[in-house]
């Protein structure tokens, strides 16, 4: 009897392993000899630095002060941090004898040349709905790049959670098959717009909650905010937190200029997103991408009329101009009211009016100390702009203090908890993100 059940336990799990080796099995594409670059014609090319430029594929794979797109990036994951790839036409260490078959199954798959699954930080369950015809271009500006030799770097994921073929039931549960097909009932702007956002330029990917497994939330939750890398990105949906609601016309200066007056600006790596990424994109482009996201917000072309919410964060900015007897208020009035001085109707694009920001009304502050603690660099935000860092005047209290008082004294937002040793988690260096 005990023989007979230590066998069927046996078979059982000889099963599971045989299966799940089963659904994780895609076979490896051959290798094919390097394209030679004249084999792409330029403005196929030209169209791929475009989508390049979308996909921030820059951003994600260069290393801090390392040659463009040869990986090594690191991103930190609740799981353990995990590097990019060499993404240059390097045979040995890059893509150089992927087939334009393999570069697509990359892309729409999450599958290696090799056949082996990549990780979800990897954003392929939006570059899914890449066209062919986009990917085709992708290829062509990707092959003819100058190759660059640089040995990938395994990632810091502890065992069995670094087991790549898990990912075959990651993807089982969490990866849909989302080709992208225009709407009935939607203005061909509009669609072109959802297209670009929901695919190459993957925005729900920092503005969507994750559930434990780090897959996006497709719920209700869908595009309601996310604290990613340390950074507030605020919910895109209609419980975005912004006094003035975002119209097509804020939506567009937003991410083609970097900043509106009536919104604030761009910083952390929404200002990547915009000057490294959105930026490559013809205006058309970016403007069908407001014209989507003002829907989905819930405000179309018309948003709130601003007057009424402006005139109550035009008073509030007024009052604290006074002295005031507040902790945080002194420290205010020190180190901030000299720039973000703003006296009625509306505030100057130069001087953020701070109540009007979703960094302060938001349900999370790391935006805001971020930006306290670190600035804003020139090429960050509004380009030229720049905000000084705090970080080595201000105690944690301290900016704990100014955080709590501009959030009571310029939103109708409850107190954030925790604030003091919020500062001190930020506070801390970066991790580095070379490889080399
Ligand atoms: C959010 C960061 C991020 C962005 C944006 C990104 N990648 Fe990646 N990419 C990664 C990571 C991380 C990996 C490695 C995943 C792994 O090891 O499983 C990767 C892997 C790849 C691979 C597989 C390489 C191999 O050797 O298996 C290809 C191809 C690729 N990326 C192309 C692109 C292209 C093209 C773009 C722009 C359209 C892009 N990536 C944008 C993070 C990113
Ligand atoms: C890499 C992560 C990331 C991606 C991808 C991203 N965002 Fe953001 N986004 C952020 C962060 C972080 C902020 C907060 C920036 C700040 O306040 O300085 C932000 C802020 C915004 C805001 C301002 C919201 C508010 O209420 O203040 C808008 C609008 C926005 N993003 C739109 C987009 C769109 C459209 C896309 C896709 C084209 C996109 N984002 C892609 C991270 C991202
Ligand atoms: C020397 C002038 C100056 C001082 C002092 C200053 N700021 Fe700023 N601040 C700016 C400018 C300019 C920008 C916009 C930067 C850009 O677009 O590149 C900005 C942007 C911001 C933003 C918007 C961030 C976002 O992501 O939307 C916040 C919040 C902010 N400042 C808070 C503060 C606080 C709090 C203080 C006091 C500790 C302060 N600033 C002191 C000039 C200043």
């Given at each position: 009897?005990f023989?007979?059940?230590?066998?069927?336990?046996?078979t059982?799990?000889v099963?599971a392993?045989?299966?799940l080796f089963?659904?994780?099995?895609?076979?490896a594409?051959?290798?094919?000899?390097?394209?030679?670059a004249s084999?792409?014609?330029p403005d196929?090319v030209?169209?791929g630095?475009?989508l390049?430029g979308?996909g921030y594929c820059a951003?994600?794979?260069?290393a801090?002060?390392?040659q463009?797109?040869a990986?090594?990036?690191?991103?930190?994951?609740?799981?353990?941090?995990?590097y990019s790839t060499?993404?240059t036409?390097?045979p040995a260490?890059?893509?150089g004898?992927?087939?334009?078959?393999?570069?697509?199954?990359?892309?729409?798959?999450g599958?290696s040349r090799?056949?082996s699954?990549?990780f979800?930080?990897?954003?392929?369950?939006?570059?899914?709905q890449v066209?062919d015809d986009?990917?085709?271009?992708?290829?062509a500006?990707?092959?003819t790049?100058?190759p660059?030799?640089?040995?990938?770097?395994?990632?810091d994921?502890p065992f069995p959670?670094?087991?790549?073929?898990?990912?075959?039931g990651?993807?089982l549960?969490?990866?849909?098959?989302?080709?992208y097909?225009?709407?009935?009932?939607k203005?061909?702007?509009?669609d072109?717009?959802?297209?670009?956002a929901?695919?190459?330029?993957h925005c729900?990917?920092?503005?969507?909650?994750?559930?434990?497994?780090?897959?996006?939330?497709?719920?209700?939750s869908?595009?309601g905010?996310a604290?990613?890398?340390?950074?507030?990105?605020?919910?895109?949906?209609?419980?975005?937190?912004?006094?003035?609601?975002?119209?097509?016309?804020?939506?567009?200066?937003?991410?083609?200029?970097?900043?509106?007056?009536?919104?604030?600006?761009?910083a952390?790596?929404?200002?990547?997103?915009?000057?490294?990424?959105?930026?490559?994109?013809p205006?058309?482009?970016?403007?069908?991408?407001?014209?989507?996201?003002a829907?989905?917000?819930?405000h179309?072309?018309?948003?709130?009329a601003p007057?009424?919410?402006?005139?109550?964060?035009?008073?509030?900015?007024?009052?604290?101009s006074l002295?005031?007897?507040?902790?945080?208020?002194?420290?205010?009035?020190?180190a901030c009211?000299?720039?973000?001085?703003?006296?009625g109707?509306?505030?100057?694009?130069?001087?953020?009016?701070?109540g009007?920001?979703?960094?302060?009304?938001?349900?999370?502050?790391?935006t805001?100390i971020?930006?306290?603690?670190?600035g804003?660099?020139?090429?960050?935000?509004?380009p030229?702009l720049?905000?000084?860092?705090?970080a080595?005047?201000f105690s944690?209290?301290?900016?704990?203090?100014?955080?709590?008082w501009?959030?009571?004294?310029?939103?109708?937002?409850a107190?954030?908890?925790?604030?003091?040793?919020?500062?001190?988690e930020?506070?801390?260096?970066?991790?580095?993100?070379?490889?080399?």
């Amino acid at each position: 009897m005990f023989k007979r059940i230590v066998l069927v336990v046996l078979t059982l799990i000889v099963l599971a392993v045989a299966g799940l080796f089963a659904l994780a099995y895609r076979r490896a594409i051959p290798p094919v000899t390097p394209p030679v670059a004249s084999a792409f014609a330029p403005d196929l090319v030209a169209r791929g630095e475009i989508l390049a430029g979308a996909g921030y594929c820059a951003t994600c794979h260069t290393a801090k002060g390392g040659q463009p797109y040869a990986g090594g990036y690191a991103m930190v994951t609740p799981f353990g941090t995990i590097y990019s790839t060499n993404i240059t036409p390097d045979p040995a260490t890059g893509i150089g004898n992927w087939s334009e078959e393999a570069f697509r199954r990359a892309m729409h798959d999450g599958v290696s040349r090799d056949g082996s699954h990549l990780f979800p930080a990897f954003p392929y369950q939006h570059f899914n709905q890449v066209t062919d015809d986009d990917i085709k271009a992708l290829y062509a500006f990707f092959m003819t790049r100058a190759p660059v030799n640089a040995p990938a770097r395994q990632p810091d994921i502890p065992f069995p959670l670094n087991l790549r073929a898990l990912q075959a039931g990651w993807k089982l549960l969490f990866f849909r098959d989302n080709a992208y097909g225009p709407i009935s009932g939607k203005s061909p702007e509009w669609d072109r717009g959802a297209y670009l956002a929901e695919g190459i330029a993957h925005c729900s990917a920092c503005h969507s909650p994750r559930n434990a497994l780090g897959a996006e939330d497709t719920g209700s939750s869908r595009y309601g905010g996310a604290v990613v890398d340390s950074w507030y990105a605020p919910p895109l949906n209609a419980s975005n937190p912004a006094p003035i609601a975002w119209n097509v016309d804020e939506l567009y200066s937003y991410l083609h200029n970097g900043g509106t007056a009536l919104h604030g600006v761009a910083a952390g790596s929404m200002s990547q997103v915009i000057h490294q990424g959105l930026s490559k994109l013809p205006d058309a482009d970016v403007h069908a991408i407001a014209v989507y996201m003002a829907d989905r917000m819930g405000h179309g072309d018309q948003g709130a009329a601003p007057d009424a919410a402006l005139a109550k964060v035009m008073t509030a900015a007024t009052q604290s101009s006074l002295p005031q007897t507040a902790p945080g208020a002194a420290i205010y009035a020190a180190a901030c009211a000299s720039c973000h001085y703003n006296r009625g109707p509306t505030p100057l694009l130069v001087r953020p009016e701070l109540g009007l920001n979703s960094a302060l009304t938001g349900t999370d502050p790391s935006t805001l100390i971020q930006v306290i603690l670190h600035g804003i660099n020139a090429d960050e935000g509004l380009p030229g702009l720049m905000m000084p860092g705090f970080a080595h005047s201000f105690s944690d209290a301290q900016v704990a203090e100014l955080a709590n008082w501009l959030r009571q004294n310029r939103t109708d937002q409850a107190p954030w908890p925790d604030l003091e040793k919020k500062v001190a988690e930020l506070r801390k260096p970066s991790p580095p993100d070379t490889s080399k």
